[in-house]
């Protein structure tokens, strides 16, 4: 028996009389003006997306708990699950949710509240809540899971500005790793090879290297910047060499970063959608050159940084029909998820639930690999001794450089004039080196990639 706890509510086809749009197209919308409104005036929060059995789903948050959306291919959406939140109801503002194997990992960031684990392996019958407690946490801003290393990142805890919790031995009972004070808040983060950018609030943007996740490094940390707000939130791309990051303040400026080298990282640009005293984004994120941003009242906003020093904005739909509010009301897109492979985008509307679009002009219709220049380039051991062994999957290397952790060439560290050329494999010996976090610069045929490595 499928435990729902409604049916297809609400599935629009056309596009709705406010709704002003360019690139875009409008799929689906699932709401239910029969989930109690909050103190903001506001049925839902956040979104999240996932496949399981070539089955495509949604998760929207509302003043009730997560609700699990089947996005079914011919564009019909069902209600499927609803996962209970310890609040509900008029208090109830904040949830996110992120997974991580067949598991769905819910937090809520009003009290009461718990952390919460579901099995969704039932799908698309029910989904079963297999952990509720406080014991670990009980109120968390925001999830992060590094599905690599297996390990959850909670932000913004009850008891912590930010936790690492281990995912692999049990996913149902994740193991603390550490407990992050580094900063004094972390309202969110972006983690890949171990390297996490930490929005924090008003303290901006620490990047860390938990790659031994015990022994955080701090590699660098952006106090102050151009457009600066409320550091909210970001999104790395697929070679990790640019970063999207939103301030989510009235006003101001998305940003885009060149992270390429993180010792010396350069703001390429900023941009919005019109200037503006009360519009403001929310939550962005990146796919392929594109990025789609969660912009309040303005709706899902998609842009092009295929020329990082002037992004441009090529489609949009507004799911909101309010306008120019008073900023702190929080109408509008909040979250937004681009990553199903279908190519359909989600977004979250506070008050008109869930969307499902197509964008019209771009195929992100092929399910992106992990064959990123990125994830073809590794160093290990790492940590290691000092003897090091570099691959490159498919490429040869043209040229490798060392900085240390300030960004100085460490001219002395190799055994040899690098002479390497040309092979995908290489050995190197570093020699009379103090402990700690160094950059390997590799140039290969197909590009520049940047690796970290932990001396012992």
Known sequence: MRNTFTTILFIFFTVLVYAQSEGVTLLANWDNDSIPLNYRNARFNDCWGFTYEGEEYGVLGSTLGGHVIWIKEDNTVEEVGLVEGALQGWLANHRDFKTFGHYLYLVGDEQP??????????LPDSIHVVYDSNQKFSNCHDLFVDEDAGILYACGTSNSALSLYDLNENPEDPTLIIHFNGLNYVHDCYVRDGIAYLNGGFDGLMIVDFSDPTTPIIVSAIPEYLEQGYCHSGWLNADGTKYVMADETPGMDLKLFDVGNLTEIELLDTFNTQPSEVIYPHNPMIRSELIFVSYYIEGLQIFDFSDPTEVERVAYYDTSPVANVDSVAHYGAWGVYPFLPSGRILLSDR????????????????EETNSTLASRVNIYPNPGNGQVLISTQGMEIEALDVYDAQGKWVNNSLTKDFQDKGKSIVQIHLHNLEAGLYLFRIRTSEGIETKRYHLK
């Open 351 to 366: 008050q008109e639930g869930l969307f499902v679009f197509g964008v019209d002009d771009y195929d992100l219709s092929i």
């Open 113 to 122: 509240a718990t952390f919460q684990i579901a099995d969704f392996s039932y």
